[in-house]
T-cell receptor
Framework: DAKTTQPNSMESNEEEPVHLPCNHS???????IHWYRQLPSQGPEYVIHGLTSNVNNRMASLAIAEDRKSSTLILHRATLRDAAVYYCIQQTGANSKLTFGKGITLSVRP | DTEVTQTPKHLVMGMTNKKSLKCEQH?????MYWYKQKAKKPPELMFVYSYEKLSINESVPSRFSPECPNSSLLNLHLHALQPEDSALYLCASSRGGFEGEKLFFGSGTQLSVL
C-alpha cells in the first residue's frame, strides 16, 4: 500500500524553482524516501533519494523535515522537459521494493 | 551502459496465445523487477528476482510466469491472458535488491490483449 500523499497536480513557470511536497507520516527510522519521475511514454526515472539528511544531485535537491514526516523535492530551474508525473515513495523493509503512490503531475509553462 | 532494454516495445495478442516479454541489463545488477502499469495509474509491482531467485510475488495470477535465466535476463511468459491484462509492462533492475538502492527502469512493453 502506498504510504505517501501528494497533491494531484502543480503548475510552474519555466526557469523558476519548483517545490513538490510529500507527506509520509507513517515513516519509520529505516525507511528511505525516493523520488522518481515518469515522462509520457517512458518508464520511471530515478530522481533522488534520502534517509535523514538533505540530499543534492545534478537533477534536484531533497529536503527532509526534521521529524521525517514530510519532504520536498526541489527543482532549481524548471524546464519544459521537467513536465512529468513525480512519484514520492516511502521504501519500507529490508529490500528495494518500491510501492508507487498516485504521484503529482507537474506542468511547466513557457 | 546504464540501460534496461525491453523487447518487444509493442505486442498484440489474443486470449489463447502464448507470448513472452524480454528484459535485459548489463550493469551487473543482481535484482530485477516486473511492474504493470495501467493507463493513467501508477506502476504496480508484480515480481522481484534477487540473485536469480524469485523473492517477491505480489499475488500475481498464474497466467503470468516470470523466469530469470541468468543475472542479465528476465522474461515474463504470458498465457491465456484477459483483455483487462492490457497494460504497459515495465522491467527494472537494481544493484542487489537491498533497501536504499535506486531502480533503473526500461521503457516498457505496451501489451494489448484482444
Amino acid at each position: 500500500d502506498a504510504k505517501t500523499t501528494q497533491p494531484n497536480s502543480m503548475e510552474s513557470n519555466e526557469e523558476e524553482p519548483v517545490h513538490l511536497p510529500c507527506n509520509h507520516s507513517t515513516i519509520s527510522g529505516t525507511d528511505y524516501i525516493h523520488w522518481y519521475r515518469q515522462l509520457p511514454s517512458q518508464g520511471p526515472e530515478y530522481v533522488i533519494h534520502g534517509l535523514t539528511s538533505n540530499v543534492n544531485n545534478r537533477m534536484a535537491s531533497l529536503a527532509i523535515a526534521e521529524d521525517r514526516k514530510s519532504s520536498t523535492l526541489i527543482l532549481h530551474r524548471a524546464t519544459l522537459r521537467d513536465a512529468a508525473v513525480y512519484y514520492c515513495i516511502q521504501q519500507t523493509g529490508a529490500n528495494s521494493k518500491l510501492t508507487f503512490g498516485k504521484g503529482i503531475t507537474l506542468s511547466v509553462r513557457p | 551502459d546504464t540501460e534496461v532494454t525491453q523487447t518487444p516495445k509493442h505486442l498484440v495478442m489474443g486470449m489463447t496465445n502464448k507470448k513472452s516479454l524480454k528484459c535485459e541489463q548489463h550493469m551487473g545488477h543482481r535484482a530485477m523487477y516486473w511492474y504493470k502499469q495501467k493507463a493513467k495509474k501508477p506502476p504496480e509491482l508484480m515480481f522481484v528476482y534477487s540473485y536469480e531467485k524469485l523473492s517477491i510475488n505480489e499475488s500475481v495470477p498464474s497466467r503470468f510466469s516470470p523466469e530469470c535465466p541468468n543475472s542479465s535476463l528476465l522474461n515474463l511468459h504470458l498465457h491465456a491472458l484477459q483483455p483487462e491484462d492490457s497494460a504497459l509492462y515495465l522491467c527494472a533492475s537494481s544493484r542487489g535488491g537491498f533497501e536504499g538502492e535506486k531502480l533503473f527502469f526500461g521503457s516498457g512493453t505496451q501489451l494489448s490483449v484482444l
